[in-house]
């Protein structure tokens, strides 16, 4: 008899993500990926110095649980600088290993077996895992392009008394489209009567091109007494890698949060957290800066694609556009995504990959968060299609 188990699998409907299919078939082919979320540029030097200063310093140990306290306070001051509500940095900042660190604490501390929670599709992909792993129940609200807005009757009508959770993301990956402050508040409007938690990932926060801004939960002074709002570094400061996120949440939300966080990673890089904190400190015109940065990127993104037979729909957020390719072609989404790959040379993905039930559009998410040089490489082949 052999030694060697095979476990039935917690999660046997998932296989290799598409973000990492892509990659591999863009290498494979030498395409130009602009699939994957991640930039092509490196982050601010005063970030790296300052890591290196801290390496140096000794400060090479465990955290604090809850994150570096200079960190913490670092954080509770910019969101008041942002938002105008400033969070306890003891009691409701938890520093993770990247929002999906604290999307999956989060999950897992809220969610009970036979809980529903509510999700927006197209949507980010860790969130549904995280859901079954908890024994919840993923019930899923329809956004239908080109604006991907909420219908607030459905959403309504999805409510029932198992309901205990309400995951959104704005600005939006993969839509590029963006909450407004009404949507907030008829979110809160519907669920105001219940113990309803909701979870805000809003990693693109800095990367908002509406002219109102960003729409944060953390404005709506009912809806953050029952929310986290989950904040990524990797996006802000161009740094994936370094997977340092946040999540703010009312003291009694943020201490169930945290004895998950104890347990699945207990603590986050020290140096790196002592780094962010400085660049918090010291450069602030980093995110200030931010959606004027991406603002050029996407505009020359949209510029190169004119002359194409893309149809680009507008983008309010993220640093991701989308392109209908009805023009140009009749394969689903996920087939032409795999021969764009192979025949153009360009690497995309695929929205449907983003929702559970049929999503038959002809749409491609590209991520622009790249050098113009590889920008206009890119948009040179797909203007020959
Ligand atoms: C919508 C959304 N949420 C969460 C994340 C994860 O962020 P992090 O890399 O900080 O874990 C991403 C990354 O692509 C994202 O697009």
Same mark, same amino acid.
């Given at each position: 008899?052999?030694?060697?188990?095979?476990?039935? +699998?917690?999660?046997?409907?998932?296989?290799?993500?598409? *973000?990492?299919?892509?990659?591999?078939?863009?290498?494979?082919?030498?395409?130009?990926?602009?699939? !994957?979320?991640?930039?092509?540029? +490196?982050?601010?030097?005063?970030?790296?110095?300052?890591?290196?200063?801290?390496?140096?310093?000794?400060?090479?140990?465990?955290?604090?649980?809850?994150?570096?306290? @200079?960190?913490?306070?670092? #954080?509770?001051?910019?969101?008041?600088?942002?938002?105008?509500?400033?969070? $306890?940095?003891?009691? %409701?900042?938890?520093?993770?290993?990247?929002?999906?660190?604290?999307?999956?604490?989060? #999950?897992?501390?809220?969610?009970?077996?036979? $809980?529903?929670?509510?999700?927006?599709?197209?949507?980010?992909?860790?969130?549904?895992?995280?859901?079954?792993?908890?024994?919840?129940?993923?019930?899923?609200?329809?956004?239908?392009?080109?604006? *991907?807005?909420?219908?607030?009757?459905?959403?309504?009508?999805?409510?029932?008394?198992?309901?205990?959770?309400? #995951?959104?993301? =704005?600005?939006?990956?993969?839509?590029?489209?963006?909450?407004?402050?009404?949507?907030?508040?008829?979110?809160? !409007?519907?669920?105001?009567?219940?113990?309803?938690?909701?979870?805000? $990932? %809003?990693?693109?926060?800095?990367?908002?091109?509406?002219?109102?801004?960003?729409?944060?939960?953390?404005?709506?002074?009912?809806?953050? !007494?029952?929310?986290? /709002?989950?904040?990524?570094?990797?996006? =802000?400061?161009?740094?994936?890698?370094?997977?340092?996120?946040?999540?703010?949440?009312?003291?009694?939300?943020?201490?169930?949060?945290?004895?998950?966080?104890?347990?699945?990673?207990?603590?986050?890089?020290? @140096?790196?957290?002592?780094?962010?904190? $400085?660049?918090?400190?010291?450069?602030?015109?980093?995110?200030?800066?931010?959606?004027?940065?991406?603002?050029?990127?996407?505009? *020359?993104?949209?510029? /190169?694609?004119?002359?194409?037979?893309?149809?680009?729909?507008?983008?309010?957020?993220?640093?991701?556009?989308?392109?209908?390719?009805?023009?140009?072609?009749?394969?689903?989404?996920?087939?032409?995504?795999?021969?764009? =790959?192979?025949?153009?040379?360009?690497?995309?993905?695929?929205?449907?990959?983003?929702?559970?039930?049929?999503?038959?559009?002809?749409?491609?998410?590209?991520? *622009?968060?790249?050098?113009? +040089?590889?920008?206009?490489?890119?948009?040179?082949?797909?203007?020959?299609?």
């Amino acid at each position: 008899m052999s030694a060697a188990l095979f476990p039935e +699998s917690k999660l046997p409907a998932l296989g290799t993500t598409i *973000f990492t299919q892509m990659s591999a078939l863009a290498q494979q082919h030498q395409a130009i990926n602009l699939s !994957q979320g991640f930039p092509d540029f +490196s982050g601010p030097d005063y970030l790296q110095q300052r890591l290196a200063y801290h390496v140096a310093q000794g400060a090479n140990q465990y955290a604090p649980m809850t994150g570096a306290a @200079p960190l913490r306070s670092a #954080i509770g001051e910019k969101t008041a600088a942002q938002y105008g509500w400033q969070p $306890d940095a003891d009691k %409701e900042i938890t520093v993770t290993a990247g929002a999906t660190e604290a999307l999956f604490a989060a #999950i897992a501390a809220l969610v009970r077996p036979g $809980d529903e929670v509510i999700c927006f599709d197209p949507s980010y992909d860790s969130y549904a895992p995280a859901i079954e792993l908890a024994g919840g129940v993923v019930k899923r609200v329809a956004l239908q392009p080109p604006l *991907f807005s909420v219908d607030w009757a459905a959403f309504r009508a999805l409510l029932s008394v198992r309901t205990r959770l309400v #995951i959104l993301n =704005t600005p939006h990956n993969p839509s590029a489209t963006v909450w407004r402050q009404s949507d907030f508040e008829h979110l809160w !409007q519907a669920i105001a009567n219940q113990e309803i938690y909701v979870l805000s $990932d %809003e990693v693109y926060e800095h990367i908002c091109f509406a002219p109102e801004g960003h729409a944060s939960v953390l404005r709506h002074s009912e809806l953050r !007494q029952r929310a986290i /709002a989950v904040s990524s570094f990797g996006k =802000t400061y161009h740094m994936t890698g370094w997977k340092v996120g946040y999540c703010i949440a009312p003291d009694a939300i943020s201490a169930e949060i945290r004895k998950v966080h104890q347990y699945l990673t207990f603590s986050v890089n020290t @140096p790196a957290q002592l780094a962010i904190a $400085d660049m918090l400190r010291h450069a602030p015109e980093h995110w200030q800066e931010l959606p004027e940065f991406y603002r050029a990127r996407r505009d *020359f993104l949209v510029n /190169a694609l004119s002359a194409s037979r893309f149809e680009v729909l507008p983008c309010e957020g993220t640093y991701f556009l989308l392109a209908d390719y009805s023009a140009i072609s009749d394969l689903d989404d996920v087939t032409f995504c795999r021969w764009l =790959t192979e025949h153009a040379g360009v690497a995309a993905i695929p929205l449907s990959v983003f929702c559970a039930d049929p999503f038959p559009h002809k749409l491609i998410r590209l991520c *622009f968060a790249k050098q113009e +040089s590889t920008l206009q490489a890119a948009a040179e082949r797909l203007c020959r299609l």
